[in-house]
């Protein structure tokens, strides 16, 4: 089967009758594929370990959806306080934008799951399942076989095993590890919806890592469209060096020298032709199927294979390195880069403004929640010659250390009684709460109006560290 020829006017990956064309791009072997594989081997192991650590008694990431809380790197909020992590997406986001600006799609290449998981997982099974890429396209070309069906359900086994894996995982981070544990333990009917989670996500995996792929950059990642609006001319980006590559012509021997000298420098007898040789190594590495050579695209996700492959082949003739390589787009035609640009002063701004306001803010945040919420039922009640207010308190402590609190009931009107009595004692455990009914009792003949009464929790030193006001009813005075 031969290789498909990338044009710039349509991506390599659909033929034109519309039908797709698979992409199997060839090993590669350099420094930029092996820095790439130690960096995704290293975001893989942190994605498994951050539900495992334990950081103040909690997962160093994890979103407690039965008790409604996030634990963050050891900070804990709760899911009212969940508006603090706007800043902290702003600031993440800004800082993707600075990245991009300066670098093009480097998240891309080296650090976004879908590219992880794929070049660093699935295709490392699938290459060493199914072959190199021309043995891999000659089993899609060749007819079902009992071979074929078995590296197939061997392969395709393996892929289902990663997808759930992975699935699981995600899982934890949502229940934690050990109540994973627990679920898988007990029948799917016991946890239906964590089930059912874990089944469609790994069928959407399974449906991307096995099939769909590359298509997955190329269509649907809104990131790609936004690279264009980042990436400018001063951007570094991996491109081809057409002043040195063009016009393309044919090694002339093994060590790049000419025929005429003896001598040992890096030169050829036809100075008309330059370094590049079409041997299409760049092309045939390529994930998503594009020719470098003929600019820059929008498939490209700077992973840097074809740089490794090109340097190969310089090597081998004896030429220097970098025909492919990052530099941006006004350097390669030969014009003078500006690597500070005012938009990354911008970005660069906005994502220090976004990374201090959570930090503040996270600073400001009360360490207990307190709430008091009226009973359902009748607003208030008339016993005898005494009214009553019924309230369901919540007191929530949100550090990962024990914390011991004193209940107060502040009223502006004499005569307030609260059930159980004021200036209560509370003791909560590490991120744990509290939650008790509050009964304020009031004689008919103090109640002229409805009045706010104060609930406050004090200090161990006295001071109040929060309060809440909630409203006393009772009947209307004629």
Request: aromatic share 10%; charged share 20%; proline share 5%.
């Amino acid at each position: 089967m031969q290789l498909k020829a990338p044009i710039r006017d349509s991506v390599t990956t659909i033929n034109k009758d519309g039908s797709r064309y698979f992409v199997h791009p060839a090993d590669v072997r350099g420094f930029w594929t092996r820095l790439r594989r130690l960096a995704g081997f290293i975001l893989i192991a942190v994605y498994i370990a951050l539900p495992i650590i334990q950081i103040n008694g909690a997962p160093a990431v994890f979103l407690d959806i039965f008790h409604q809380k996030l634990h963050l790197f050891g900070l804990t909020f709760l899911f009212q306080d969940l508006w603090l992590l706007f800043f902290l997406i702003t600031g993440l986001g800004f800082a993707l934008f600075f990245i991009t600006s300066l670098f093009g799609r480097l998240w891309c290449g080296w650090a976004c799951p879908q590219t992880v998981f794929l070049d660093h997982v699935f295709r490392r099974v699938e290459r060493l399942i199914d072959g190199d890429a021309p043995t891999r396209r000659k089993i899609d070309e060749a007819p079902f076989t009992s071979g074929k069906i078995l590296r197939r359900t061997i392969k395709h086994g393996i892929y289902i095993l990663l997808c759930a894996g992975i699935a699981h995982l995600f899982l934890s981070y949502f229940v934690s590890i050990p109540e994973l544990y627990r679920m898988a333990h007990l029948s799917p009917l016991e946890n239906l919806a964590s089930f059912l989670f874990v089944v469609a996500l790994s069928g959407v995996l399974y449906f991307n890592f096995a099939w769909f792929r590359e298509q997955f950059c190329i269509i649907m990642c809104p990131y790609g469209r936004l690279g264009s609006a980042l990436i400018d001319d001063n951007s570094i980006v991996v491109g081809y060096d057409s002043k040195r590559g063009e016009p393309r012509g044919k090694a002339s021997n093994s060590k790049g020298q000419c025929n005429n000298c003896s001598s040992s420098e890096n030169c050829r007898s036809d100075k008309s032709i330059g370094d590049c040789i079409n041997c299409r190594r760049c092309v045939q590495v390529c994930p998503t199927g594009i020719d470098i050579r003929q600019g820059l695209q929008i498939e490209c996700i700077s992973c840097e294979a074809c740089i490794d492959a090109c340097d190969a082949v310089m090597e081998k003739l004896g030429r220097a390195k970098g025909l492919i390589r990052h530099d941006s787009l006004n350097a390669l035609s030969g014009k003078k880069p500006r690597f500070l640009r005012p938009r990354l002063f911008i970005y660069l701004a906005l994502m220090i403004a976004g990374a201090t306001a959570f930090g503040v803010a996270t600073q400001k945040v009360k360490p207990v929640v307190l709430s008091a919420l009226r009973m359902q039922g009748a607003p208030y009640y008339k016993e005898g010659e005494r009214i009553r207010n019924n309230f369901m308190l919540r007191i929530a402590n949100k550090r990962a250390e024990p914390q011991s609190y004193t209940l107060s009931v502040v009223s502006p009107v004499a005569g307030l009684e609260v059930a159980g009595g004021n200036n209560q004692k509370v003791t909560l455990p590490a991120t744990d709460e509290l939650q008790e009914p509050l009964i304020l009792t009031l004689p008919l003949a103090n109640f002229l109006s409805q009045f706010e009464v104060k609930i406050q929790i004090l200090g161990e030193s006295g001071q109040v560290v929060i309060e809440r006001a909630v409203p006393f009813l009772g009947p209307f005075r004629e």
